[in-house]
């Protein structure tokens, strides 16, 4: 791994099914993705291989930002795989990234493994760390 890629596991006390419905129904990928008191005034995901994603977030006092993709993998219940890139200030796409979510069945539950690769900076990949680790503890309680 390099050090423009990130790389989390967690173990979530759920089965694979139920965890892969969390990423892949758009109105619980909302709720887990608005970490750390985020919203998510704005959404669209339309989840099948090749399908658009975006998600804009608003933090508490700041400014929106949006980000989109495009799924490229869905394998129903254990692997999903996603373009990511947040929108410039113009409206441009940025650096684009990808996301690959595998899910493992394992005794009280599933392991989460997530491969975020091909950040432009370190920073950016500690960022995006910080995000997902915020996100994952929602994760982790919604499906408790």
């Given amino acids: 791994m390099s050090d423009t890629d990130l790389?989390?596991?967690?173990?979530?006390?759920?089965?694979?099914?139920?965890v892969f419905a969390l990423w892949t129904e758009p109105a619980q990928i909302i709720k887990w993705w608005s970490a750390d008191r985020y919203e998510i005034p704005a959404s669209d995901f339309d989840v099948r291989q090749g399908g658009r994603w975006y998600a804009t977030f608003q933090p508490p006092g700041g400014a929106r930002r949006t980000v989109s993709g495009i799924y490229r993998v869905i394998?129903?219940?254990r692997r999903l795989v996603f373009s990511w890139a947040w929108l410039e200030d113009d409206g441009t796409r940025g650096?684009?990234?990808?996301?690959?979510?595998?899910?493992?069945?394992?005794?009280?539950?599933?392991r989460l493994v997530l491969r975020h690769q091909h950040f432009d900076s370190v920073?950016?990949?500690?960022?995006?760390?910080?995000g997902w680790s915020a996100s994952f503890d929602c994760l982790v309680k919604m499906a408790g």
């Fill in 95 to 110: 650096h684009e990234t990808e996301v690959t979510v595998t899910l493992e069945p394992i005794s009280g539950g599933t």
């Fill in 75 to 77: 394998e129903p219940p």
């Fill in 123 to 130: 920073e950016s990949r500690e960022r995006h760390d910080q």
């Fill in 7 to 18: 790389c989390l596991e967690r173990l979530i006390p759920a089965p694979p099914e139920q």
